[in-house]
C-alpha cells in the first residue's frame, strides 16, 4: 500500500511569507501528527489530528497550524515565517485503532527561510 | 523537551560487528518504540516494545526494555554499511486513545565497509 505522502519535498521561503505543507497518510490511517526537525531541537511534537479534530497540541505558537480534512488528509500552515522556522518537517500517520503500533513517516518537507 | 535520550551520540564501527544504543527516559511509559532515519528522510518504525515486556527481536534488531531503569537499548548484530543511519527512540506516555511518541536526539550510527 502507498505510504505517506509529504508534498512539497523542497520549498524555499522568505520572511514574513506564510507556508502550507501538505500530507497524506495511509489509507485507513485516522491519526496524523506533524513534527518539526531541526539539528539543534532535535524531533519537536506539533500537533496531532484525529478524525478532523485536533487532538493534540505542542509547544509551539500560534503561527503554526493545521488541519485534517474528511479524508484524514492533513495540511499545516505556518505564517509570518521566521528564520528559526528552517526545518524538516515530517508527517506521521497511525492507524490508532485497536492497538497502536507505531507511526510511519512520510519524507519530510524542506522547508529555508531565507 | 525530550523524554528519552539516546546514548551514545554518535557510534562509528566496522561492518560486521555489532552496535549497541541505549535510551533513557524519566516518566512511566506504556511504550517505546526504536526509529532508524537515513539522512534527511522521514523516520522508519524499526520495532515497537509494551512496557509489560523485557526483549523483543525482529530480524538483526533485539530489544530490551528495562522499566525499574527506566531504560532500553538496541542491538543491531552482524552490521552492515546500510545500517548507517541515525537510531532514536521514542517514548510514549499517552491516554485515553491518544498516542504521541516523545524522540530523544538520537545516535548517529557509521558502518564502516
Redesign the interface.
Same mark, same amino acid.
Given at each position: 500500500k502507498a505510504g505517506?505522502t509529504?508534498t512539497p519535498r523542497y520549498l524555499i521561503k522568505t520572511r514574513g511569507q506564510q507556508v502550507t505543507l501538505s500530507c497524506s497518510p495511509i489509507s485507513g490511517h485516522r491519526s496524523v %501528527?506533524w513534527?518539526q526537525q531541526t539539528p539543534g531541537q =532535535?524531533?519537536q511534537?506539533l500537533f496531532?489530528y $484525529?478524525s478532523e479534530t485536533q487532538?493534540?497540541k505542542g509547544n509551539f505558537p500560534g503561527r503554526f497550524s493545521g488541519r485534517q480534512f474528511s479524508n484524514s488528509r492533513s495540511e499545516m500552515n505556518v505564517s509570518t515565517l521566521e528564520l528559526g522556522d528552517s526545518a524538516?518537517y515530517?508527517c506521521?500517520s %497511525?492507524a490508532?485503532i485497536d492497538s #497502536? #503500533? =507505531?507511526?510511519? $513517516? =512520510? %519524507? =519530510?518537507t524542506?522547508l529555508t527561510v531565507v | 523537551s525530550q523524554q528519552g535520550e539516546e546514548d551514545p551520540q554518535a557510534l562509528s564501527i566496522q561492518e560486521g560487528e555489532n552496535a549497541t544504543m541505549n535510551c533513557s527516559y524519566k516518566t512511566s511509559i506504556n511504550n517505546l518504540q526504536w526509529y532508524r532515519q537515513n539522512s534527511g528522510r522521514g523516520l522508519v518504525h524499526l520495532i515497537l516494545i509494551r512496557s509489560n515486556e523485557r526483549e523483543k527481536h525482529s530480524g538483526r534488531l533485539r530489544v530490551t526494555l528495562d522499566t525499574s531503569k527506566k531504560s532500553s537499548s538496541l542491538l543491531i548484530t552482524a552490521s552492515r554499511a546500510a545500517d548507517t543511519a541515525s537510531y532514536f527512540c521514542a517514548t510514549d506516555a499517552g491516554s485515553g486513545g491518544s498516542y504521541i511518541p516523545t524522540f530523544g536526539r538520537g545516535t548517529s550510527l557509521i558502518v564502516h565497509p
Amino acid at each position: 500500500k502507498a505510504g505517506v505522502t509529504q508534498t512539497p519535498r523542497y520549498l524555499i521561503k522568505t520572511r514574513g511569507q506564510q507556508v502550507t505543507l501538505s500530507c497524506s497518510p495511509i489509507s485507513g490511517h485516522r491519526s496524523v %501528527s506533524w513534527y518539526q526537525q531541526t539539528p539543534g531541537q =532535535g524531533l519537536q511534537f506539533l500537533f496531532e489530528y $484525529f478524525s478532523e479534530t485536533q487532538r493534540n497540541k505542542g509547544n509551539f505558537p500560534g503561527r503554526f497550524s493545521g488541519r485534517q480534512f474528511s479524508n484524514s488528509r492533513s495540511e499545516m500552515n505556518v505564517s509570518t515565517l521566521e528564520l528559526g522556522d528552517s526545518a524538516l518537517y515530517l508527517c506521521a500517520s %497511525s492507524a490508532q485503532i485497536d492497538s #497502536y #503500533y =507505531g507511526y510511519t $513517516f =512520510g %519524507s =519530510g518537507t524542506r522547508l529555508t527561510v531565507v | 523537551s525530550q523524554q528519552g535520550e539516546e546514548d551514545p551520540q554518535a557510534l562509528s564501527i566496522q561492518e560486521g560487528e555489532n552496535a549497541t544504543m541505549n535510551c533513557s527516559y524519566k516518566t512511566s511509559i506504556n511504550n517505546l518504540q526504536w526509529y532508524r532515519q537515513n539522512s534527511g528522510r522521514g523516520l522508519v518504525h524499526l520495532i515497537l516494545i509494551r512496557s509489560n515486556e523485557r526483549e523483543k527481536h525482529s530480524g538483526r534488531l533485539r530489544v530490551t526494555l528495562d522499566t525499574s531503569k527506566k531504560s532500553s537499548s538496541l542491538l543491531i548484530t552482524a552490521s552492515r554499511a546500510a545500517d548507517t543511519a541515525s537510531y532514536f527512540c521514542a517514548t510514549d506516555a499517552g491516554s485515553g486513545g491518544s498516542y504521541i511518541p516523545t524522540f530523544g536526539r538520537g545516535t548517529s550510527l557509521i558502518v564502516h565497509p
